[in-house]
């Protein structure tokens, strides 16, 4: 820190005492007020300090033993008596009025003064000197402009002290600044004419300005613009301003059709005698569980249903169990109807058997209610590859009869004898079948093997599960088929009875469905229309309102089986009296089905090797046939014991895992065996549609999967599902989850979570904490739980100390890890003797 440095007071000057001593500033009243009479006051006898004494000599030895009058400035008024030497240049009020009261009597007066002053010093040098002196010292005050006073008191003093510690620089500018003003104005009324065209010159350059001030000022800025007159300072010649595009940015880059969707409220539902279905078919769809159209359908039926104006394809983004499969297949079906003869009409193309099966059901459903209304009975086909491919052919296309006279008719060339579709006249072949529900790569098989498979008549083409239709290309089955589909040999054969559409209709539909053109253009549409839920765009993936969703933090990795064990004895909510009635109604339900092939699955599906393997239609009817009454008192049995109420799906992250742990929680919890599933791709097609149809009856409670059962699955009781393995990506996991909470019905969905999965989880699936991201929209968020015999809401921050398991259970795992082991190696050994076996011989 620095002192700040302080000069000393510097002595100071005192003044002759016949200086006139002014009297101080007199208050200056508003001109309404009176005039205040001006009071001459009397002369402040000032004593100089003895120090002053040398520098008061040094100026005027007489003064030193005198007493010291106090100068003022120039506007103070004159001590009376007082001799100035020069006239006041600007007197104070008072003393200017006297003035000019007796103006010409003072000022002659005051030169009589000077006169003999003037005459009285001539005779007296040293007063001559004085005088002298006098006028040295008031023009050197007129000069710097500071007059020295005498201090009269302590307050004036420190004025002073204070005046002086003013910069120096600053005292020293104050004189000159006087006079400089004087010479500015000289100089400007001088250069008046130049300025004044300098200013005209900025003027016309900154017209803009100008007009701004204009509109701000508004007509005040106008009276004060002057023309402007050009002299010689003309601004330089400027480009013409550019007209401003004011069109909106766009940064669009999707084409029209899928940034503008055709968008539905969640909540819309429509009669269908609304949507222009006929009546009778209406009741056939009431009767088997359809009363009215769900929101996608409300949204899609009018685009597909015949209509005179010209109609495009239809692309369909609407969330798992929102009732996709119905909004193709109801128009679809009725288009068909209108026909007589039978071709093949309509290609609907998924990328799973389980889901051919599925919606050929929902097919036969609106069969039968067109059929009804007096129309075709449409024809349903599938192509799936669990049967025979022979069978398959002549399932779906037959030779026609001819009369031939040389044989009477009697011979029939057979499909058997059929080695390629090229050698043969399609004419020749007839469809049997008018929709055919197939997977890419058998659709491709019969396209190429088939005799007489055509794609002529075809006039619809569905793709459901699009996304991973167009991602996987099956054998290039697209290009195949569109290929096949663009020759047109005779155009009559694709007009659509009641529109006046002609050619091909495609309808694509996912749940998470791609924003990538580049594979939408694979499609080839032609004036598409998107239809998506309101609230979402395209790229969204919305999940099912009422499903619920759960996160559980596993803290012990191996461990995890225990968690799910635990997870399962949970009293799991909203299941728990649902789930209570729905195991009643199952269990009469399945009672009462006389279905012959009901599910033998129950007893393998816990072998988990066996169940990928050999498995033959013989063998399990039989198996079933002997033990479906034991089984069903079996499971209903089992299924109060084991007091699980509910129903849950487990998903795995591979076929195997799925198969090691259906079998590791049977041996868990034995009570449970009789009720766990198994579904992987490993499984036969006809092992994993009876243990879809015992899980739909109630036989099955628990089933274990691989992600061949995430997608398009309709499993209408199914209310929980259980993520065991993180999925692999967003749409992994839309899929997964989506199994529940169909239809508008409530579900719950679980996630098993590791400390090395947590992170990815809650960023990319739960779109929670630091870098979230997610196109996944869901109504409510994802809840952290932790289990025990009731689960309870956590939050994550809560670090607990104590073991999830006790000893006993530790070891009891361990146990049954260890006969899971022997059990696996026990089958490789069978398995590598059979294969040894079929060798030999
Ligand atoms: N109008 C309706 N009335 C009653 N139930 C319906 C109706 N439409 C569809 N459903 C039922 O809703 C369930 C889900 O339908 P669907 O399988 O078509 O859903 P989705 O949208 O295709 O689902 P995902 O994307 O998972 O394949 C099915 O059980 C179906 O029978």
Known sequence: MYNRYIPPPKPKVSRPSDIPVRPPPVYRAPESEPEPEYVEPAPVPVQTSSWLQPYAKRIDPTIASQPTKIVFGNDDPPAPGAQSSRPLDHAPNGAAEDEKKTPKKSQSKKNKKVKEDEEEADKNPKKRRRVAKEEELEEEEEATGVVEENTPNENEYDEEQKEKRKPKREKKKKPKSDKPEEDDTAVRSRHKSVFEKVAKALQAQAPEEDDDKMDLDGADAEEE????????????????????????????????????????????????????????????????GFKGAFAVQTAVLPLLLPNPDRQGDVVVAAPTGSGKTLSYVLPMIQDISYGRITNLRALIVLPTRDLVQQVQQTCEACTAAFACNGGKRVKIGTAVGNKVFKEEQSAIVEKKQRYDMADDGQSKEQLSSWTTS??????????????????????????????????????????????????QDFQQWLNLVL??????????????????????????????MTQDISMLNLLKLSRPKLVVLEGTKAGDQSLPPLLKEYAI??????????????????????????????????????????DSESSSDSDSSSDSESDSDSDSD????????????????????????????????????????ALRLSRLLALLVPSLMHLIGTLTSTTKTIRRTRTLRAFTQGKLRILVASDIASRGLDLPNLEHVIN???????????????????????????TLLEHSEARRFWRD???????????????????????????????????????????ERVQAYEKALAQLQQEAT???????????????Y
């Open 724 to 750: 065991y393995d993180l999925p692999i990506s967003e749409t992994a996991y839309v899929h997964r989850v989506g199994r529940t909470a169909r239809a508008g019905r409530a579900g719950a969905a679980w």
């Open 225 to 288: 613009a002057e023309p402007v007159v050009e002299h010689g300072l003309e601004p330089i010649p400027q480009p013409a301003p550019v007209a401003f595009d004011e069109s909106k940015l766009t940064y669009e880059t999707l084409p029209q059709w899928i940034a503008s969707p055709i968008r539905v409220t969640e909540s819309t539902t429509k009669s269908f005698e609304e949507l222009r279905i006929a009546s009778e078919p209406a009741k056939v769809l009431q009767s088997k």
């Open 422 to 471: 090229e050698t043969v006249n399609a004419e020749d072949y007839a469809s049997k079948v008018d929709v055919l529900i197939c997977t890419p790569g058998r659709l491709v098989e019969h396209i190429k093997q088939t005799p007489g498979f055509t794609l002529d008549y075809v006039r619809w083409l569905v793709v459901d599960e699009a996304d991973k239709l167009l991602a």
């Open 618 to 657: 013989s063998d399990s009817s039989s198996e079933s046939e002997a033990d479906e009454p034991k089984l069903k008192a079996k499971v209903q049995a089992t299924a109060k014991q084991s007091k699980f109420n509910t129903t849950a799906l487990i998903f795995t992250k591979s076929n195997e895992a």
């Open 765 to 807: 699936f739960a779109g929670e904490g630091k870098g979230a991201s997610t196109n996944i929209l869901r109504s409510t968020p994802v809840e952290r739980v932790r289990l025990g015999k009731k689960i309870e809401k956590v939050s994550d921050d809560k670090e607990e100390t104590e073991e999830d398991f006790t000893e």
């Open 483 to 512: 290929e096949k589909l663009s020759v047109e040999q005779r155009p009559s054969r694709r007009v659509f009875p009641k529109s006046n559409k002609k050619g091909v209709r495609k309808v694509i539909l996912s749940a998470t």
């Open 553 to 594: 933090k596993v803290r012990e990795p191996s461990l995890k089986p225990l968690y799910l064990v635990d997870l399962l004895q949970s009293e799991l909510p909203a299941a728990a009296s649902k789930g209570e009635k729905a195991v009643e109604d199952d269990t009469a339900s399945a009672s009462e089905t006389s």
């Open 826 to 840: 026990f089958s490789r050994g069978k398995k590598g003797k059979s294969r040894a076996l079929k060798k030999q």
